[in-house]
């Protein structure tokens, strides 16, 4: 029987937005004020931000969006690996149990990110068994970029895969987590979203209907049966991953067609797209069904 492919994304010409969901201003150790590290990132094109403050939940109705979508959260701290809280109402304790808190993100209608767990000399600051136990999040940061002037490595794709591969439906996320100035847009999550408002993108987000980007622009993705096409503005290799990150696919050009055998011996594709120096984008994964198994 036929295959059937499940994309997270549409077809139609929808508006792609693009945002950062991991920074941090003057209330705990990034490098502006609330009102200036918006003014940093309006003025680099971004169509929303989330300031995420350690512990420190930011309600940003009193700041001046200039023109962007600001939406409510912080970055759980204390006590365990990182989370960032998107959109909720209110701080979370921050309690040693990890899975408490993403059930009390949940309880407010927000969304969880797991933040770089490749970070720090052991290149472990969320183990793999953590994150394969827990529930209830969205996705992991796939990119982290201050880490990539820290010890550790701002690259969790390996995770990801590890992920993917058992089953999970985690979406891949890349932030700028902004520390300096020089960390701003160096990573961001475009998203196909209706409307610019909160409630949109935060629906977006949660459907996988964004890619991210530390450069590598996509224009289209279409999905036709089991024929997935790709095309960027900039990239000059575009590689197709599955189960266990193993390459299927590679084309050094702007765009890359794949359709997905009957028989294919795995569960899901991604696109990862590679442009000039480190600018990379990577799709969300494509799952694959067989229906009557």
Not at 25 to 50: C, K, W
Not at 114 to 125: A, T
Not at 167 to 184: E, P, Q
Not at 238 to 265: E, K
Request: net charge negative.
């Amino acid at each position: 029987m036929s295959i059937v492919v499940r994309s997270p994304y549409r077809n139609g010409p929808l508006p792609w937005l693009k945002g950062n969901l991991h920074t941090h201003t003057g209330n705990s150790d990034g490098p502006r004020t609330p009102q200036g590290i918006v003014d940093e990132y309006a003025a680099r094109g971004h169509d929303f931000l989330m300031i995420s403050d350690h512990d420190c939940f930011t309600d940003p109705s009193g700041l001046d969006a200039r023109g962007m979508t600001l939406i409510p959260g912080n970055e759980v701290t204390a006590n365990g690996p990182h989370v960032l809280h998107v959109a909720g109402e209110s701080a979370i304790e921050p309690d040693p149990d990890r899975q408490k808190v993403l059930d009390l993100i949940a309880a407010q209608g927000g969304l969880s990110i797991l933040c770089h767990p490749n970070w720090e000399r052991h290149f472990n600051h969320c183990p793999q068994e953590q994150l394969e136990a827990w529930r209830g999040y969205a996705g992991i940061e796939i990119y982290n970029g201050v880490v990539a002037w820290l010890e550790g490595s701002p690259l969790a794709t390996n995770r990801w895969d590890r992920l993917l591969s058992l089953g999970r439906k985690v979406w891949g996320f890349a932030n700028d987590d902004t520390h300096l100035t020089t960390d701003i847009s160096v990573a961001w999550n475009v998203v196909q979203s209706d409307r610019r408002d909160v409630a949109d993108i935060l629906e977006a987000l949660r459907e996988g209907r964004f890619y991210a980007s530390t450069g590598v622009a996509i224009d289209r993705i279409q999905v036709h049966g089991s024929t997935i096409g790709v095309s960027t503005a900039d990239a000059q290799t575009i590689s197709v991953f599955s189960d266990f990150g193993f390459r299927r696919a590679i084309a050094d050009a702007p765009q890359l067609t794949f359709t997905i055998p009957d028989d294919a011996p795995y569960t899901y594709v991604r696109f990862e797209c590679a442009g000039f120096g480190e600018q990379r984008a990577w799709t969300q994964p494509f799952f694959i069904e067989r229906p009557g198994h």
